[in-house]
């Protein structure tokens, strides 16, 4: 860590480092306890009566033979406390209380000063992070699950960035496979040129649904399954594999449409790739896989198929059907050995919903069995079901969300709340797509990325609640009180630590580790709940203080404000949400 808040006493320590040092240097020889246990133990109050850092005593109890309280007693004894406001025995745990004035102005200096790379690490090294993200599949409408995919990669790509990696955003595009081959078998024989380009993906859609209820018939009905056009569909789909040109003309303008409306949808939402090779590309590269898994003698026969056995009690893994097309997770395993070869990643993120864990597990266990010992650094960040109206999505329910309409309606609705609160505001349209595309990004961030959430498009551009459109207020807020300041410059020596300012003092310190935390766990609501957090309890402080009024502490607050509006700002890049100046 960077941030000289943490090196004001020992050096390249934090607050909590140094308090574990402390504790041991006044332990006994044989309190049996070593650093780490101590960083462990060491607790948060839930108050700040209690100080900002305590250690309970309780596990020194045995091997000291002595009460835990008078533990704590001889150990608060034992500290000198200049380093700290004070130290206290609070029955068995040990108390201390920062020195509030030396650590605020520390830190708001720190972050003043290096502004929103406040909390870069320097711990990637500049290596690579592919994030597999997003990846619809062609000719078929853009799911929530792939909104999903792509806003959690996005945070999580520039999370990585921070921490000195370099991310490289891949769209794994559903572009191949037997059901494009059944879409052009569906073309030819119903399809209409005009129809499909005025609206791709709802026509493609429909030619799709169509061939599979012919194939599987309504014997009920006395409709008999059509047999013919599956297999002319599995035709068509070989015909592509072995590179046919007619086959893949049209294979390629279906894919051509279903990306210029995905594109809509990506721009709309600010999200770019490094990297469009979806499915298809990995056609001519995996006979080079077939053949290493053939040589390591790893393929057997099965039933006509080609399988990996994974062990005992574990479904194999799928490799090749009987009539020789390959499948899901063939290209998936020429796509990790392409990554691993072209950009020889620190870590792969496979940002895919829950519902495809088994396909990772057996990807990785497949990579392990070729020797491949850096399948370890394959994550598979999973997330949860979106529902509606507390309902499983579903089309033929008629529970969906068009994903398009929804973010329109979501920018419309903020413009109306802009409108009724702020309708002098210049560039108001700009300002609602920024509110309405964060509003929506920021819902799905703040959730727990594995547990799902229900699509409430009024909950999510609500300015009340834990939103992105309140946190964004706070920060036009705060940029709006700092213009009024009419100074541009805000360093100060602060001296106003009151309660509400040292929560904000403790919450801003507390960034860098915040991050850190988001990245290891893959989680970018680490980072948006921080986000509601802080700007909870600025507008707490708001509450509380008069920022402007004109006496000794005006600099200290307006400091502590443009620190705080710093790392607002920031936090809400890191989850790819834009912060409007003004509201
Ligand atoms: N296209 C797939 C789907 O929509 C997701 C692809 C995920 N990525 C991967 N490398 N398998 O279900």
New binding site residues.
Partial sequence: MRFAAFFDIIEGMNDKERVVEIILSALPDDAGLDAQTISDLIETPKTSDLGDLAFPCFALAKSLHKAPQAIAAEIAEKIETDRFEKVLATGPYVNFFLDKSKTANAVIADVLSAGTSFGDSADGAGRNVTL?MS???IAKPFGIG?LRSTVIADSLAYIYQKMGYNPVRIN?L?DWGKQFGLLAVAYEKWGDEAAVKAHPIDELLKLYVRINAEIKGDPKHGIAPNKELDDAGRAQFLKMEQGDPGALAIWKWFRDESLAEFQRIYDKMNVRFDSMNGEAFYNDKMDAVLEELEEKGLLIESQGATIVELGEGKNPALIKKSDGATL?ITR?LA?AIYRKTTYDFAKSL?V?GNE?SEHFKQLKEVLKLMGYAWADDMVHVSFGLVTKNGKKLSTRAGNVILLEPTIDEAIERSLAQINAKNPELAAKEQVAQQVGVGAIKFYDLKTDRKNGYDFDLEAMVSFEGETGPYVQYAYARIQSILRKSGKSDFSANFVEVDPEAWELVKLLQSFPEVVARAAREFEPSVVAKFAILLAQTFNKYYAHVRILEENAGLASRLALASAVATILKESLRLLGVESPEEM
């Fill in positions: 597999d990846s619809p599949n792939h794994h559903g899901y998936d796509a496979y895919v495809q």
